[in-house]
């Protein structure tokens, strides 16, 4: 498996498993967005290497966004 695989692989995972703990609304729902988080930057990365930069500039709103919640649910 190629490295760029791997990356767009974990970065679709790990924003599968976000929506999925957020979806639940139970006691660990706020580690959704560390999950995003994750998953933002493996998109960050990806764009980068594909130079897709709508995607780029999608993902880095998605990060500020992950970085909110991870305020609002695990840090506040």
Request: aromatic residues 14%; positive net charge; charged residues 5%.
């Amino acid at each position: 498996m190629s490295t760029r695989l791997a990356i767009e692989l974990a970065a679709a995972a790990f924003g599968v498993l976000g929506t999925v703990l957020l979806a639940l609304n139970g006691p660990h729902a706020g580690w959704g967005f560390v999950a995003y988080l994750a998953s933002n930057a493996g998109w960050i990365t990806f764009a980068c290497i594909h130079r897709h930069w709508g995607l780029l500039g999608q993902q880095i709103a998605f990060t500020v966004s992950s970085l909110l919640g991870i305020w609002v649910w695990l840090l506040k």
